[in-house]
Each structure stands twice: as structure tokens, then as C-alpha cells.
């Protein structure tokens, strides 16, 4: 009997655990400081933030890293739905937001059922950017006062122009509080996330940046004794664990507002999963992501999370990117990471109460920067203004008022862009008075609601000039446009001009399945074109309009 082909596939498995093992160990890494950092941005209760955090990585590693369809992307608590946490805890209290992620992970995974993945991804990109980018700004603005051991503002507006007092508690030494000591632990911490690869020898440039600095900072401020906040963690872990608040939900008026948020968070954590997926399919040459299944996995982790207490998860691209860059070959890199991080908050608690939260803060004030890309400015600028506009317009509003709302703004700004450029009509016009000829070029679409505009520009025409009408750069015309030149045809007829429009060339142009969408009838060829009295008759399958 031959074993070679068993032999073979069990050793290709050893190799592939093998590189797998080693990925989810560099992803925990990666995944702890950011885990604790998150809870306590999302506002969290402080002595439970470790724990809620670290559980919903857990649950992103085993759950969703067991059934998700992306095998390479690694679930977790996300920095872009930080923010919108912590405006759901000051409006509705910690109590309910388990209650809101459950929905959110119910309306997902009904999402998933009906194969609505491919939708979340029809979001145009300077959306995309704005919302990254505005949740780095609100990110940056919170996390800077927590990184002097202050408390943050009322709103990310506030933060934001608040900042120039916390540098001055950061540079000028209270009495009372330790400002100062936390600003120099936060600002050792940037340091080192921002040198370490730079700096350091080959060999060390596999540890994470982030787990570096805030294992330095924390032997700092365990050495020197240094007198600012470290983060609380229960004894347990099911200590961290909290039912959704169901008391004084009775009627439809008590779940609406509930209902919504949930969708809302839904999207927006959908649309942040899938496009972290597609990103981390051009890294790798393995499996694609089959996003029916991923958004449902994402579901079922959220309802979970809710159930739990925890945050809520989406793909995560920090996570990801690491996963793949550290050699990743299958789903078992994801599992792991959730089992390490499981293990080490049930077993080594003691260690997380070391870590001084201003340097948990600083990764985040960190990753606030990281998001707010220039290089997304520079790609959308290639693409036209209107794609700036839409970007900076969506960054103002999340920031002036929240993330839902913003990216609500950033999407009904392209929509008009969308319509505008369907709907769009430019006519110039060149007159040669001594041929007695007047000659528009249509370019666009001469749609019913450019009706007006054409009907303008065909009125300002002499009398008894020969018109000739281009529709070279059209990209599509419909019924009412057609039916108006024919009839201001007839009008200008009677006053001595002439209609002449190249008939066969827009025919050919215009067609469907090989067929012509209009046909001829009647009339002769006269100067490349048919004459403006044959009439341009629909053919029975060409249906409302004219395009190409």
C-alpha cells in the first residue's frame, strides 16, 4: 500500500500549524494592549474595561474565527466603533448597550442568511476614508486627555479644542494629580511605538511595536513608582459578564430607538468588516472571503457579545495585517489568538493591573493619527474635488455631531454626486454667422430633467439659421429630449431654418444586443445625416431611455 500521499498531507498540515501557531502568537501580542485600550475608549466601567475587552477578542478569536468566510481576518473590538459605544453608554448606560449589540448582531446575521454581503460593500471611498479619518480625529482627541490622566470632554468637538490644556497639565506639574507623570509615560510610549522598527536590530523587529512600548512603560511605572492610574481587572473573568438590561422595555415606543441604533451599528460595523476583508485578500494568495458568511459569522459573535456583556467586534485590519505578515496559512491562526488571550486574562490578571492606562491611552492616540491617512487624501484628490469635498464633509460632521450622522451625511453627499453625474448636461454652443450655421455639442446626459436647459439653449437659436445638433460625448439620451428637438424641428421649419442631426451615427451608437434601439423611417441623407424631419421611432425593446 502506498503512504507517501497520508505522509505528505500530514506533513503539509505540521507546516501549516506550524506557521499558524507562531501568527496567532504575534496576533495576541498585537491584540492585548489594543483589546484593554479600546474598552476604556469605548467607556467602558474602568474595573470591568480589561476584562470586556479581552472577552470580545476572545469571542472574535473562537467564535467568529471557527464559522467567519474570511480565514485570514482576525475579529475583534475595533477602534472604529469606539466612539459610537461610548455615545451609546453616556445616552443609554452601559447596562443597555449589550442589548443594543445584540440587535445589531441579530440584524447581521439575518443580513448574511439573505446574501446581502456584497451590498455593505457598495460604499463610495471618500466615505470610507471620511468615517476613518473622523474616527481617528475623535479617537486622538479623547485618548490625548486620558493620556494625561484626565477625564475626556462632553464631545468630540470638545476634546478636539481642549487639547491645548491637557498639554499644559502635561508639561506643567500639579501638585494634586500627576499629570505631568502620565504625559511622560504616554509620551515614552508613542516614542517607542514609533522607533522600534526603525531603530531596532532585525532580529527584534518581529515584536510588536505596541506590546513593546506598553511593556516598557509599564516596568517604568512599576520601578519608579510612579503615582497615575493603572487598570483595574476583576479576579474573574465572569465578573465582567453582564446580562442585557431588559427592565422597562414593555412597548414598541421603548425598542424603536433601541431598534435603530442597533441597525445602525449593524451597517456600519458590516461595511467596516467586509472592507477590512477585501483589503486583506490582496495581501494574501490563500483562500477568498465569502462574505455572505463572514457578515453572518460577525452576527453570531455579536449576539454573543451582547449576551455577554462585551463589545461589540468586527474584522479588524491591524489584527489582519499581522496575522498575514507573520506567515498565516489557515482560519487556526485566528482560534489561537482568542485561546491565548482567553488563558492569559483567566490565569495572569495580576499583570494586566500593572499596565498604566495613560500608556494604553497612547496607542490609541497613536492609531487615531495612523487613521487619518494623507496618502487616502493625495488617491482621492487624483479622482476630482468632489471626492475631497465628500471626505472633509464627512470628517466635519462626524466630528460636530457623531458617527452615525457623519457617514449618514458622507453618503447622501455622494449619492447627489451620483446624481449629478447621471443627470448632468453640458451644452456649448458655436455659431458661424457667415455660413448662416449654428452648431450645439451635447455632452453628458440629456435626461427629462435637463429638459429645461436644452429647451433654453434651443430657443436662444436665430431664426433662420441651419442647426446641427453633436451627440458625440452624450452617454445617454432619453424620450422627452428626443421629442423636443423633433418638435422644435417643426417650429423652426416655419421660420426658415433647419434641423440636421447625424441620425445614422446615433443609431449605431446606440443599441442593445446587437440591435438597433431606434430605427429610420422616411426622408433622405443630406450632409452626413439624416434630415431633422425623419422621425427617430422607438423600437418595441427599447425601453424607456437611450444608452450606451
Request: one cysteine or more; aromatic letters at 8%; a neutral charge.
Amino acid at each position: 500500500m502506498n503512504n507517501s500521499k497520508p505522509t505528505v498531507a500530514l506533513a503539509g498540515w505540521i507546516s501549516s500549524f506550524g506557521h499558524d501557531l507562531l501568527a496567532s502568537i504575534v496576533v495576541f501580542l498585537v491584540a492585548l494592549p489594543l483589546c484593554m485600550g479600546i474598552a476604556l475608549a469605548s467607556g467602558v466601567p474602568p474595573e470591568k474595561a480589561a476584562s470586556v475587552g479581552i472577552l470580545s477578542g476572545v469571542i472574535g478569536g473562537l467564535i467568529v474565527g471557527c464559522i467567519g468566510g474570511a480565514p485570514l481576518q482576525v475579529s475583534g473590538p475595533a477602534a472604529g466603533l469606539s466612539v459610537m459605544v461610548f455615545e451609546l453608554t453616556q445616552q443609554y448606560g452601559w447596562e443597555k448597550v449589550g442589548l443594543i449589540v445584540l440587535l445589531a448582531g441579530a440584524f447581521q446575521l439575518v443580513a448574511g442568511l439573505f446574501q446581502l454581503g456584497q451590498w455593505f460593500r457598495a460604499v463610495s471611498p471618500a466615505v470610507v476614508q471620511g468615517m476613518l479619518a473622523g474616527i481617528g480625529v475623535l479617537i486622538f482627541a479623547s485618548q490625548f486627555h486620558i493620556m494625561v490622566d484626565d477625564q475626556p470632554r462632553g464631545s468630540g468637538l470638545m476634546n478636539l479644542l481642549s487639547i491645548p490644556e491637557a498639554v499644559w497639565k502635561g508639561v506643567v506639574p500639579d501638585g494634586n494629580v500627576s499629570h505631568d507623570d502620565a504625559a511622560r509615560v504616554g509620551l515614552l510610549t508613542i516614542l517607542l511605538t514609533v522607533l522600534w522598527k526603525p531603530l531596532v536590530p532585525k532580529p527584534l523587529k518581529h515584536l510588536p511595536a505596541p506590546l513593546v512600548a506598553v511593556t516598557v512603560a509599564t516596568a517604568a511605572t512599576v520601578l519608579l513608582q510612579l503615582p497615575i492610574k493603572q487598570v483595574a481587572v476583576p479576579e474573574n473573568l465572569l465578573d465582567a459578564v453582564q446580562l442585557p438590561a431588559w427592565d422597562g422595555l414593555r412597548g414598541y415606543a421603548d425598542w424603536q430607538p433601541l431598534l435603530l441604533t442597533g441597525l445602525a451599528m449593524a451597517i456600519i460595523a458590516s461595511a467596516e468588516t467586509l472592507l477590512c476583508a477585501t483589503a486583506v485578500d490582496q495581501m494574501h494568495r490563500g483562500p477568498r472571503t465569502r462574505y455572505d458568511r463572514e457578515l453572518a459569522a460577525q452576527g453570531v459573535g455579536n449576539m454573543l457579545c451582547g449576551l455577554l456583556g462585551a463589545l461589540p467586534i468586527t474584522g479588524v485590519i491591524v489584527r489582519s495585517a499581522a496575522n498575514v505578515e507573520a506567515g498565516a496559512r489557515s482560519r487556526a491562526s485566528a482560534i489561537l489568538h482568542g485561546c491565548w488571550l482567553l488563558v492569559f486574562v483567566c490565569l495572569f490578571p495580576f499583570i494586566l493591573r500593572w499596565v498604566p492606562t495613560a500608556a494604553l491611552a497612547a496607542i490609541l492616540v497613536y492609531t487615531g493619527y495612523k487613521l487619518v491617512n494623507p496618502q487616502a487624501i493625495r488617491t482621492l484628490w487624483s479622482y476630482g474635488k468632489s471626492e475631497l469635498f465628500i471626505y472633509f464633509a464627512t470628517i466635519v460632521a462626524i466630528v460636530a455631531t457623531d458617527l452615525l450622522t457623519g457617514v449618514l451625511i458622507g453618503v447622501g453627499l455622494s449619492v447627489i454626486k451620483l446624481l449629478y453625474a447621471f443627470t448632468g448636461l453640458t451644452i456649448r454652443c458655436r455659431q458661424d454667422p457667415e455660413s448662416n450655421r449654428t452648431v450645439l455639442y451635447l455632452r453628458g446626459a440629456a435626461t427629462f430633467l435637463r429638459l429645461p436647459k436644452l429647451a433654453t439653449a434651443l430657443e436662444a437659436v436665430r431664426p433662420n439659421t441651419e442647426l446641427h445638433v453633436h451627440f458625440e460625448e452624450l452617454t445617454y439620451i432619453d424620450h422627452a429630449c428626443l421629442d423636443l428637438l423633433m418638435t422644435w424641428e417643426k417650429q423652426h421649419e416655419a421660420t426658415g431654418g433647419d434641423l440636421v442631426i447625424d441620425w445614422e451615427s446615433l443609431t449605431a451608437r446606440f443599441h442593445t444586443d446587437g440591435r438597433s434601439r431606434y430605427t429610420q423611417r422616411g426622408g433622405t441623407a443630406r450632409d452626413g445625416g439624416m434630415h431633422g424631419r425623419e422621425n427617430l421611432v422607438a423600437a418595441p425593446d427599447s425601453g424607456p431611455g437611450t444608452q450606451y
